[in-house]
Every structure is written in C-alpha cells, then in structure tokens.
C-alpha cells in the first residue's frame, strides 16, 4: 500500500518552519510496511491544495494531509477535501460540544471561529482530539482514503498512533497485503567519492535489483530480489552516506537483513579501499575515534592551528570523553607554536610543523597520542601554500612521528570544517595500527 504526505503551510514554502511532521510520518508508516514513494508541500489555497490532493490520490492509495485544520480563514484543508470528496461541509454538533468543553475547562469562551474546526465533510469519519481543538479526518474517495490532520506535531503523532496507523493496517488485511516493517540503515564513510563508492558497490547493487526471490537464512528471513536497496547520500563535511533499505516480515527480520546487508558492503569497500567505513546512522566520526581509543585505552591530545579548536569540540561531544581526550592546545599564532609547542622556527604551514606541534601536544598534555593540525584556511596563501593545504601530524607509541598532506576543497569555514573530519578519520584509522602500517587516507611522509 503507497501512502503520499501532503504538507500544507504557506510558511513551509518560504522557509520559515521546517516539515518534521512528513519526516516523522516516513519513518512511521515504514515502521508498519507503508510505502511513501511522494513528499509534496503546499501553500494556503484550496485550488493549490485540491490539486496537490488530486495528484497524490493519482498515484498512490492514499493521502495523508498535515495542517490546515485551524480556526483562521487559511485553514481550508476541510473544504479542500470536501470539493475533491465532491460533497458539502456539515458541521458536527458533537465536535462543537468538545471544542466548547476544552475551552470551559481552561476558563475560557470559545471565540466563534471555532465552530469550523466542528465542519466535517458529508461521508468522512471524525477522528477526535485528545490534545488540542482541531479534530483529524477519515475521508473516503472512492476505494481510497485521505487522512487529515492537525499540523501541530504532538497532536499530528497521536492521531497518526491512534487512529491511522491501526486503519491503515487492516485496510491492508483486507487487501491481502501483509504489513511487515520497512527498516533503514545508513552505513557512515570517509575518504571515497560518491561516484566512487557507485562504482565500488555497482556490482553488488545489480545483483540486488536482478536476484530472483531466494532463502536466506533462518525461516522467516527469505525475501525477494529488490527488497533490500542501496542509495547515495553525499552529505559535505559529514562524508558520504550508504542508506541502506530492507522489507522484513517483522522488526527483528528486517534487523537481520540489515545486518546481512551492511556486512557485504563493509567487505566490498573494505576490499577496494580499506577502512572508509566509520559508523552507522547516527555515528559520527568522534563516537568512532573514542571506539577506537578505547581498544588500547589510550588518551589523546590535539594541537590545533587551521581548526581553531574545531576538533576539540567535536571530541567533547562524546559522553565520557574525560577517559580518553586530554584537551587541545589552540596554537593559532606561530609564537605559541615556538613557544608552548615547541615547533622549530620556520614555516608553520608545513610536515615538518605538523610533526613537531603533534609531539608538543603529546608532551605537554601528557596524552598517549599527539594529533596536530595546521594548514591554510585562505583566502591568502600562507608559508607558499595554497588555500585548501592541510598538514595532520601524529605522534604515538612506538612509532616515528608521522605527517599527513592533502588538500581540501571550499572556501574558509569549509575548509577548516573538511580539516577537522579528515584529520579526526586519520586518527581513527591509526589508532592500533601496527607502526608503518598503510592508512589509506592523505599521504604518509
């Protein structure tokens, strides 16, 4: 069953409230087997809006309409939904004497504008509120349906867990569809290209759209070619992320077919391009720099100049980063590199630096690790280096203290924000890396 999200709100068009009610609805219809394969927003006008709705019943078994069931005169999803019902408002006595309780019981008169939250269209079924004024809609057209509700988000959730959620499945019983659950993971990388990682997985994902139905696993797991997807999603200074999607027969199938799924695509970018995975959904790469931290118990401390304390900030972000991260020395001026660092006189865009800033850190913040980072921001070139230059530095146990180089792309807030991720996936990688080992991120000197 193919439910579209109808949106409406002339202030979601300009931008002025963001849709997190259409988000919540996805993620909620795919936790029951609800496909929504169309997300449309439109402004306060019943031509605009009948139109919207006309479009979505076209070609999907269902609509659900969020806002627009106010008492003001923009509030006209009622009398939408009514001309494409093509039948007349009736004002219902009973949703009347509701509205009139709510208002009494909190001291107030009910203003008059109010009755037309009480207007309902002749053949739907009311859906009554529990939170607030504005009572949500079952409408039938023909063998299909249009759902309206309120586009306040508490009250939106509350008849969608009531009310359409429960409809919606037994009108699939009663289509024969089984429900199950649509479940998605998005598995986090580093250090490859969109089109990189496509090309990478490109295989993989055509045999996903090509296999026939097959077993797989425990009774209960089996599933047809094309039930499980892969998608793209470059997300900037967040890397680029794997979505990947499953049908399942219920949560803890659709689990383990998660599972199956991200442990192929692990091997398969593994194999072509080393550790470029760092995290899964909402994983960022410091929860994957305290992971792997914490496998030796090893402490860390940053030295920071293009960064300005980014890196830092990220660190602290994880619960209980006390154990492991000591604290950053921001060495913006080359005085405090010389002086507190103890960095060479000389260039400060440089390896050398790089390297030298990171055995400060580690030094003089008593931390296992020394991670620096210094490089050009722009819009000036420093040191002859171009904007975009970054040199990493890393200091560890055992090991001579290495240097990274790479260039960044963006203007100035970009490229310290790139910096800060790269230098971070360095660190991640390293860490319990046997000394001399390949990294696969920068280039090594």
């Given at each position: 069953?193919?439910?579209?999200i109808?949106?409406v709100g002339?202030?979601?068009?300009?931008?002025q409230?963001?849709d997190?009610n259409s988000?919540?609805m996805?993620e909620h219809?795919?936790?029951i087997?609800?496909a929504?394969?169309?997300h449309?927003a439109?402004?306060d006008?019943?031509?605009r809006?009948?139109l919207?709705l006309r479009t979505?019943?076209?070609?999907?078994?269902?609509v659900?309409?969020?806002?627009g069931l106010?008492?003001t005169h923009?509030?006209?999803?009622?009398?939408?939904?009514?001309?494409?019902m093509n039948v007349?408002l009736?004002?219902?006595?009973?949703?009347?004497?509701k509205i009139r309780a709510l208002f009494?019981?909190?001291?107030r008169?009910?203003?008059?504008?109010?009755l037309?939250q009480?207007d309902v269209p002749v053949?739907?079924?009311v859906?009554?509120q529990?939170?607030?004024t504005?009572?949500g809609?079952?409408?039938?057209?023909?063998?299909?349906?249009?759902?309206a509700?309120?586009?306040?988000?508490?009250?939106?959730s509350?008849?969608?867990?009531r009310?359409?959620?429960?409809?919606?499945?037994?009108?699939?019983?009663?289509r024969?569809e089984?429900?199950?659950?649509i479940a998605s993971?998005?598995?986090?990388?580093?250090g490859?290209?969109?089109?990189?990682l496509?090309?990478t997985?490109?295989?993989?994902i055509?045999h996903?759209?090509?296999?026939?139905?097959?077993a797989?696993?425990p009774?209960?797991t089996?599933?047809?070619?094309?039930?499980?997807t892969?998608?793209f999603?470059a997300s900037?200074?967040e890397?680029?992320k794997?979505?990947v999607?499953?049908?399942g027969?219920d949560a803890e199938?659709?689990?383990?077919?998660?599972?199956?799924?991200?442990?192929?695509?692990?091997?398969?970018?593994?194999?072509?391009a080393?550790?470029v995975?760092?995290?899964?959904?909402?994983?960022?790469i410091?929860?994957a720099?305290?992971?792997?931290?914490?496998v030796?118990g090893?402490?860390?401390?940053?030295a920071?100049?293009l960064?300005g304390?980014?890196?830092?900030s990220r660190?602290v972000?994880?619960p209980?980063?006390?154990?492991?991260?000591?604290?950053?020395?921001v060495?913006?001026?080359?005085e405090v590199?010389?002086?507190?660092l103890?960095?060479?006189?000389?260039?400060v865009?440089?390896e050398?630096?790089?390297r030298?800033?990171?055995d400060g850190?580690r030094r003089?913040l008593?931390?296992d690790?020394?991670l620096?980072?210094?490089?050009v921001?722009g819009?000036?070139?420093?040191?002859?280096q171009?904007p975009?230059?970054?040199?990493?530095?890393?200091?560890?146990?055992?090991?001579?203290t290495?240097?990274?180089?790479?260039?960044?792309?963006?203007d100035r807030?970009?490229?310290r924000?790139y910096a800060t991720?790269?230098a971070?996936d360095l660190?991640?990688?390293?860490?319990?890396?046997p000394?001399?080992?390949?990294?696969g991120?920068g280039?090594?000197?």
């Open positions: 069953m193919r439910i579209e109808v949106a002339t202030e979601l068009l300009l931008g409230i963001a997190t988000r919540w996805g219809l795919a936790a087997g609800v929504s394969h169309f449309q439109v402004g006008n019943q031509e809006i009948v919207a979505a019943l076209a070609r999907s078994d269902g659900i309409v969020c806002g106010g008492p923009d509030d006209i999803t009622r009398d939408a939904i009514a001309e494409v007349p009736e004002r219902d006595d009973g949703v009347v004497e009494s019981s909190r001291g008169e009910m203003p008059d504008s109010n037309r009480a053949g739907a079924v859906i009554p529990t939170k607030g504005a009572p809609l079952v409408c039938p057209v023909g063998h299909k349906v249009v759902y509700v309120p586009g306040v988000p508490y009250e939106m509350d008849m969608f867990d009310a359409i959620a429960p409809d919606l499945v037994g009108r699939m019983a009663d024969g089984t429900t199950g659950v993971r998005v598995i986090r990388t580093w490859m290209s969109e089109s990189g496509a090309e997985l490109a295989d993989h055509d996903l759209d090509a296999a026939p139905q097959r797989g696993g009774a209960g089996q599933r047809a070619g094309g039930a499980a892969v998608a999603l900037g200074i890397g680029i794997v979505r999607t499953v049908r027969a199938v659709a689990s383990a077919l998660l599972d199956e799924e991200e442990a192929r695509i692990r091997d398969i970018l593994t194999a072509a080393g550790d995975v760092f995290g899964v959904d909402d994983e960022a410091e929860d720099v305290a992971r792997a931290l914490a030796d090893l402490t860390v401390g940053l920071e100049s960064t304390g980014l890196a830092a660190l972000n994880v209980g980063a006390s154990r492991w991260f000591r604290g950053s020395v060495s913006y001026a080359s590199k010389f002086s507190v103890g960095v060479p006189e000389g260039p865009v440089s050398e630096a790089a030298a800033m990171a850190a003089v008593g931390a690790v020394g620096s980072i210094t490089g921001a819009p000036d070139p420093q040191d002859d171009p975009g230059t970054v040199f990493v530095g890393l200091a560890r146990p055992g090991s001579d290495e240097s990274f180089a790479f260039t960044v792309p963006g807030d970009r490229v924000q991720i790269a971070l660190l991640r990688r390293t860490v319990g890396r000394p001399g080992g390949r990294v991120s280039s090594a000197r």
